[in-house]
């Protein structure tokens, strides 16, 4: 069965670091792209960047270049997103979801991770 | 980035109706378009894929239509356990894959 297992929910100041993390197993995760989605309270669903574990090959959106960083590890089948200083506005629900091989959906879906970031 | 605008934003409707969802994409995608359904409090879940492909475990009552910039999500009978927002995503060419703002659809 694959199953995508986030890290638990954060409580942090601003100007905080902070690394998540979600886990794949079920499948050869070093063979399908992860996605990392924000969904802020109360708003839509928004994509941040993709890793393919399989080389550490990433893309960001051009709204979330340089505010965070996403990596891989294939050898623990586990992908990363982090912030070297947090702000309030990166309160949200965070995401990651595969890749699958039809049409680039992501069929997969982590149980999600919300962050808060408050002083 | 390409824009994806669906319509209305949030509707309500009575348990055996049929309901339509519309998604217009900002330029053609061929048929790259796919629909999440997100219950209160839980993650996203894959209904249809390349615009008209069911995924698997996914109840026959959902269907979805169209290409290049116009697209369709069709509930044929409504059902309680379809509460929920309803989101298009277009997976054309290169990231990033835009979502729709979403649909919120209340049973009356």
């Known amino acids: 069965e694959v199953q995508l297992v986030q890290s638990g929910a954060e409580v942090k100041k601003p100007g905080e670091s902070l690394k998540i993390s979600c886990k794949g197993s079920?499948?050869?995760?070093?063979?399908?792209?992860i996605i990392w989605v924000r969904q802020m309270p109360g708003k839509g669903l928004e994509c941040m960047g993709i890793v393919y574990p399989g080389d550490s090959d990433i893309k960001y959106s051009p709204s979330f270049q340089g505010q965070v960083t996403i990596s891989a590890d294939k050898s623990i089948s586990t992908a990363y997103l982090q912030w070297s200083s947090l702000k309030a506005s990166d309160t949200a629900m965070y995401y990651c979801?595969?890749?699958?091989?039809?049409?680039?959906?992501?069929?997969?879906w982590g149980q999600g991770t919300l962050v808060t970031v408050s002083s | 980035d390409i824009q994806m605008t669906q319509s209305p934003s949030s509707l309500s409707a009575s348990v055996g109706d049929r309901v339509t969802i519309t998604c217009r994409a900002s330029?053609?995608?061929?048929?790259?378009l796919n629909w999440y359904q997100q219950k209160p409090g839980k993650a996203p879940k894959l209904l249809i894929y390349a615009a008209s492909s069911l995924q698997s475990g996914v109840p026959s009552r959902f269907s979805g239509s169209g290409s290049g910039t116009d697209f369709t999500l069709t509930i044929s009978s409504l059902q309680p356990e379809d509460l929920a927002t309803y989101y298009c995503q277009q997976s054309y060419s290169t990231f990033p894959y835009t979502f729709g703002q979403g649909t919120k659809l209340e049973i009356k």
């Open positions: 079920g499948y050869n995760f070093a063979s399908y792209w």
């Open positions: 979801a595969r890749r699958g091989p039809n049409s680039f959906s992501s069929d997969y």
């Open positions: 330029q053609s995608i061929s048929n790259t």
